[in-house]
């Protein structure tokens, strides 16, 4: 991965806010006409995320996530590593994270496991997404599916046993560039400020949230 | 401190004063010498205020004796002039509100009035054309002058022309009085007479131009310029154009030449394995032996502007183009040139969401796929391979090509061909580098008896020939050969259709051969050859038939008599069953409209 710094995308840029679910709405059509093809129909996912976890011998806990379409079903699943978050000063205007994105089948969770990985806890979300040029945006609601019986293992997602997390949907706008491109920052930051009065998007930092 | 005072107050000028006092009261002044002899510094200031206090208090009774009107009355005294000064005040006053009044009027009119002019016809109709504008156009502000974006850019183009135009007031004065009217009543577009916008278009997007696609039969010199372009340029300069019409024709011109330097670009970096040329204008592809194919920009600008070498080139250009217009403009390729162009642009847009929503963005399916589903290297390269706009370009004008000729051969060989009925069926769903040609070949008078269906598959290097036992032919570019194999088709549906008629007579096939060797040798294919009995077996026809050679029929007679005597050289009587010698028809003399129906009357006779 290291090898090549300057091919493999490597940063995520990434701002992050929250909408209530009633003016929800209202977003979806600022964005369908601020983004690309508007013309289009909006594109909605389903995705379900695993996270795993292990713990390297210096004792940090090293976390990949996978996460799977459940729309599509015949898609490749997804593995990503995340890197810690960095604030930054004032000067930056998007929290930057180094990321690696590997496509994989649908047994990488099996693989995981034979590795050591322990899976830490799993969400669903779904919702909308919008791209703008190298910008995508993000409009999702985070469900979970309680797991009644252990033998049970694939719980069904449907109206009737998801639980809402919050009242609201989480909006990200992020791009994967190789690092070093801080422009790009800037143009996040441009995308935010015209969301403005409807969600205010800004650099969250999780573990102060913890 | 007390100093500073004592000198402010000597400043103080009580002269005035003083020289009234004076004359009030000599007493006083008389002994103020005595007096004025400085004791203390506040001696003369104390002096003026008694005096002062004293002609206060004279003051007081003087008010206190007219106030109580005992002793005094005090009367106004009149005088003539006061009462003539209001009047005249008045009508000053008077006259100065009315031309106050009158130049504001005049004011408020003349605001009103501009008002008015400006609605009907310049300034508010600048704005709200600029609003028109806006709705069909990309404008910015830049500085004092409004910018506006030509370019496809926002559609997925990648042509580095900037393609920028600016809007300007209109200045020029009206051409007539009565067109603001005119213009002001047509809310929907500007008005056709005079326009509050003015359009400045870069000077090489100005003009008409567009995409010369023809199609070259016949080596000609390579210098002699294939293009002719079909437009009157006189017809051009005349028409007046709006905003609307000059802009959308510099985004065509700039379309066609985004369109021209793709296709060059192409032509100088792909490997064809004939070399295509690029010669200033046009690009030449070669198709097929023979026939070229001729991609141009045609781009011309009216000829009153014609400063430059260049434009009196077009202008020799368009006077050439009156004499004869040698390859007609294929209409259809220049029509799938734009579409290959703006389908670059809508592919540069529309990149596959990325599903799940963490993965990379802009990556195309296929190459996401390739890490899980472990793809070799052999799809993998097969993915990589972009056919460009000129190979398919290319690919499209040969099956063209091909298509109209194979066509035309057909119709050369149903109208060459008496015999035989060739009715040709266009298949309507085709692709651009794919159609289908059904031929049924029948025998005028015997259509129900027997039918050959033939398919002809063209695409855009050969032609499959598809008959109907399942026989295939393919066959390249040549339309000649199609033609033979057509032949052959054609000469065994003649045999075939005869067997028939044989089942249907009531006679017996003895034998056939599709390529007999007996004969003279065919230019193309082979002959074959039919040999039927008559039911009582007395009769025996023997025809041949080849592609270019026609049919060649022969009878035998085979009597069979009822006695037999046997001889020394026959002793048997089953040596009666010998044919007799084979004579010869001369079927040019026989009556009928064609073979099988002169088959069917030799048939009949030979029966009797």
Known sequence: ?210 | MSENLARMVQRIDFNSIESEEDNDDTSETKESPSLAAPQWPWESARNKIRSALTEIHVLEDVLNIAKEKKYLVLDPVSQDSVDTKPIVSLVAKKKAFAVAASIIMSGADRIKQSKNDASRSQTSDFHSELMQMRQSWRLRRAGNSIIGDLSYRSAGSWYPHPGNFEVTKNEDPPKTQASPNQSSNSPIGPGPKQSALKVKIPSDLEGVAYIHVCVQEGRNELDDDPIKPVIDLEALSKIELTWQQKLENAQNVLFCKELFAKLAQEAVQVQFPIPTIVNSNVIIATLFPGIQLNIGLVHLTPPKKKRKFGKFENHEIAEKNNESVKFPHKHVLEHTLHQLLREIHYNALHHPMPHPTTATLGLSRLRYFAGPEAYDRHVLTESCKNETMLEQIIAQAQHFVLRDQALKTIDDLSKEIKEAIIIVHCLCLNSPIRSCIKIVIVSSGYESLNRTPVTIHVSSKNMTIICREGKKYTLHYDVGLLRETLLSIISHHHLSTIQNLCKLMGWRCISYTSNCGIGSIEQIGTASSLLIASPNDERVISIRHGPTSGAVVAVSTNPRDQDFYPSSIIRDRKWQNIQSNYKSIDLTKMPGKNLINKIETLMSFAKG
């Not at chain 1, 806010?17 to 996912?45: K, W, Y």
């Not at chain 1, 898609?75 to 205007?93: M, N, S």
């Not at chain 1, 994989?104 to 919008?130: A, I, P, R």
Request: net charge neutral.
């Open chain 1, 1 to 210: 991965m290291t090898s090549n710094p300057k091919l493999i995308p490597q940063q995520e840029y990434i701002l992050q806010g929250s909408i209530n679910d009633s003016a929800v709405e209202m977003l979806l059509h600022r964005l369908q006409g601020l983004c690309d093809n508007a013309d289009d129909p909006t594109e909605t996912f389903l995705d379900r995320e695993y996270i795993y976890s292990i713990k390297n011998p210096s004792g940090q806990a090293v976390m990949l996530r996978v996460r799977q379409d459940l729309e599509r079903k015949d898609y490749p699943w997804h593995l990503r590593y995340l890197g810690q978050p960095e604030i930054g000063d004032k000067t930056r205007a998007t929290l930057v994270r180094s990321c690696i994105d590997v496509a994989c089948s649908n047994n990488v969770c099996k693989f995981l496991t034979e590795m050591g990985f322990k899976k830490d806890y799993e969400f669903y979300s779904k919702g909308y997404m919008f791209k703008k040029g190298r910008l995508k945006v993000i409009v999702a609601k985070i469900f979970h599916v309680p797991t009644s019986e252990v033998g049970q293992q694939q719980p069904v997602f449907a109206d009737s046993n998801v639980q809402t997390v919050t009242q609201s949907y989480l909006v990200e706008v992020s791009i994967v560039a190789p690092s070093g491109s801080d422009p790009l920052a800037d143009e996040i930051k441009q995308f935010a400020d015209q969301l403005k009065p409807l969600v205010n998007l800004e650099k969250i930092d999780p573990r102060r949230l913890a």
